[in-house]
């Protein structure tokens, strides 16, 4: 945008929105842990930054409204990444030290496979049939598929996303390019990339686009298509066992797309960069990243030009599958105390209601799982004065429930095996169908491996 958008978020209007989040009460109202005080709970995420300031404020209206009245308070620990988060899970996990466990912890979507499998989680789908409080139905079903095995729900949806394509409307303007008529497909990517990128005698001073494909990307490349990673739906019918995309034809189309693309000229690949901030500084005119992107982008920008949001672009103009949903769910740890299991799941009901998506979506780029988040007039006014933010909720509404994000025990193995055969054959070390052997094996191997080791079958 040509001048940044007014913060909605601060801590009064905060408290103001949440005040009449309040859900309904549970079956059994949490009792006092212990006997005596409040029932104190620590919940575990990986929310830094402006998301971070965003959980404070959230968990802060809850303690003073719901907590307040139930005697509960809860302590958000931020664990840094993902991955570092996921790290501290599996160490007090394997430890199998119930007190130093979470009341609560955030699992991103691409750990679900491994979660679920936790003897110490409470699976949500236990918690929603004993409260009938707790309406599933006004969630968005495609966050809900996203974290459910064999049609049981493992995790609360909570923070969600669906990849976007973020680009310089001014760069757009002038190179030629219409800024209300984004790139649809990766052959248009390649050629807008072309034409957006500059040079200063052979050193490109601004790249048009710029992303390794990994297992994120190909989530959404994959199953536009209509097909999956891999089996058993992707591993929600049943546990994953092998790869697909192997043999359903879906990667070779992908490449195919990808190299023409890339042979255009204009788009960086092979080198890591912080895309949000290449584009801020103008040296980069597009790229693509999560929902959860848009606020901290927009910020970045600031003033320097305006900013447009796009779907993600098509591997084919049929395509119909739309994106798969990321992001993450929270989910409850059994620490043998009855009282603080009640208490969290109070925490959950409430950070999930409409009033409390809509500070969260507002104050993030997350869109809302909540779908009657919707019906709230202040939304209504959000959405009329920051369109942006209706892209990911447009292309959440036109994808379907079925491409999701692999529940997959070793995604980390399968993006590495993603990004180095795309590589090789882009660079012209292997052939296409090469490429893809190698990269199914080395993906199914690692899957095998995890099984075995694990007792899964």
Not at 75 to 89: E, H, R
Not at 236 to 262: C, I
């Amino acid at each position: 945008m040509k001048k940044p958008l007014k913060t909605i978020l601060t801590a009064v209007a905060l408290t103001t929105a949440l005040a009449g989040c309040s859900s309904e009460p549970a079956a059994s109202t949490p009792a006092k842990s212990k006997g005596a005080g409040p029932v104190n709970l620590t919940f575990w995420h990986a929310m830094g930054g402006t998301n971070e300031e965003v959980v404070k404020k959230m968990v802060q209206s809850f303690n003073e409204t719901v907590g307040k009245e139930k005697g509960i308070a809860i302590t958000p620990v931020f664990q840094g990444s993902y991955a570092d988060l996921l790290k501290k899970v599996k160490a007090v996990v394997q430890a199998k030290n119930e007190k130093d466990f979470p009341d609560i912890v955030q699992i991103p979507a691409s750990d679900t496979s491994y979660i679920k499998d936790v003897p110490s989680v409470i699976w949500a789908q236990d918690l929603i049939t004993k409260d009938p409080s707790f309406k599933a139905a006004d969630l968005e079903p495609n966050t809900l598929a996203g974290f459910s095995f064999k049609g049981r729900q493992v995790g609360i949806p909570f923070a969600n996303s669906t990849i976007l394509l973020y680009y310089n409307k001014n760069a757009f303007k002038e190179n030629g390019l219409d800024p209300d008529k984004p790139p649809q497909t990766i052959d248009e990517l390649g050629k807008y990339a072309a034409a957006l990128t500059k040079k200063t005698g052979s050193q490109v001073t601004q790249w048009g686009f710029a992303a390794n494909p990994d297992q994120y990307h190909l989530s959404s490349w994959i199953g536009m298509q209509g097909a999956y990673i891999g089996n058993n739906k992707n591993g929600r019918a049943d546990v994953m066992t092998a790869v697909e995309y192997d043999t359903n034809g879906t990667m070779k189309k992908f490449l195919t797309e990808w190299k023409k693309a890339v042979d255009a000229g204009g788009i960086l690949t092979g080198s890591d960069v912080k895309a949000d901030e290449e584009l801020a500084a103008g040296k980069l005119a597009m790229f693509v990243g999560s929902t959860a992107s848009l606020r901290g982008t927009l910020t970045k920008v600031a003033d320097k030009f305006e900013v447009g949001t796009a779907f993600f672009p098509k591997v084919n103009a049929s395509d119909k599958g739309g994106v798969a949903v990321g992001g993450s769910a929270l989910y409850i740890m059994d620490k043998k105390d009855q009282a603080a299991v009640d208490a969290s799941w109070q925490f959950l009901k409430y950070v999930t209601t409409p009033e409390s998506q809509f500070v969260w979506h507002t104050g993030t780029g997350y869109f809302p799982v909540n779908t009657k988040t919707y019906d709230l007039p202040q939304m209504k006014e959000h959405l009329t004065k920051n369109p942006l933010f209706t892209t990911a909720i447009d292309q959440l509404h036109a994808s379907s429930p079925e491409n999701q994000e692999p529940m997959g025990p070793v995604s980390a193995e399968f993006s590495r095996a993603i990004l180095e055969e795309t590589l090789n054959y882009i660079q012209g070390k292997k052939s296409i169908d090469q490429a893809i052997t190698d990269m199914a094996s080395a993906s199914n191997k690692a899957l095998k491996d995890y099984n075995r080791v694990n007792n899964i079958k």
